[in-house]
């Protein structure tokens, strides 16, 4: 069967990612998706997101707060069940054992089927004329590396075992890549839902409009790639 058309049907789903705004920008329609249909629906967020705005008239604490509540109600727009925030320094995100060890303990805390991060490989695009922010590139990388050894070798961050947390080995691998995907996820009915999660990120979003008419422009090409009307896109990989 195409990869392109094959269904997915997780149980428990976490989606990883640097900053609140960025899983409801790249999969928030598809996790949308996923929880209609009987999913639960989980994100870890690894920083802080203290330094993602242009206003001089605010502070990183109160931008903090912002941002997790922005991505609180985000959540609950697609149907979500809870968000994590592990508040590393925004722009200062690296990949570290530490990092590993805390991806680690939520992926065996919830483990999930299926695990959607951001594609490390991309530096940038020309086509879309942008440089892939350096903490993206670390928490798709760090989170790979927890997917797969370190969340399913016991012998691996044992402390946690002392926490009740046991190995657990993740099915899928789903991974937003602007340019490149294999797979591709139908979400004529849920693209409602991703405009919702998106319009809660007030401190990041100033025209709403303009981000719906590029979004639902990147949802259309993908979906003429799916065989539908709108669609979002990953690079899946399903592991052994």
């Known amino acids: 069967m195409n990869r392109d058309f094959e269904v997915l049907a997780p149980k428990v789903v976490l989606g990883v990612a640097a900053h609140p705004d960025d899983l409801d920008f790249g999969a928030s329609a598809s996790m949308a998706k996923f929880a209609a249909e009987g999913a639960e629906i989980y994100y870890l967020i690894l920083t802080d997101g203290s330094k993602g705005s242009a206003d001089r008239t605010i502070t990183s604490e109160q931008l903090i707060k912002m941002r997790h ?102 099915a899928t691998l789903l991974l937003t890549n602007f340019d490149k995907q294999n797979f591709y996820v139908d979400v004529s009915d849920t693209l409602n839902q991703k405009f919702a999660a998106l319009q809660s990120h007030v401190s990041q979003i100033s025209d709403m409009d303009s981000v719906k008419k590029w979004v639902s422009e990147w949802a259309e090409k993908a979906g003429k790639q799916a065989g539908c009307k709108y669609a979002e896109g990953f690079m899946r990989l399903d592991l052994n």
């Open 69 to 170: 509540s922005e991505q609180r109600v985000a959540l609950k727009a697609v149907g979500g069940v809870d968000v994590t925030f592990l508040d590393y320094p925004d722009a200062a995100l690296e990949i570290s054992q530490t990092l590993k060890r805390d991806i680690v303990r939520e992926i065996r805390r919830r483990k999930p089927d299926v695990v959607v991060t951001m594609d490390p490989s991309v530096l940038y695009s020309e086509v879309r004329g942008f440089i892939n922010h350096p903490d993206h590139r670390a928490a798709g990388q760090a989170t790979i590396d927890a997917v797969f050894p370190l969340a399913r070798d016991y012998l691996t961050f044992p402390e946690l075992l002392s926490e009740d947390l046991e190995p657990h080995k993740v």
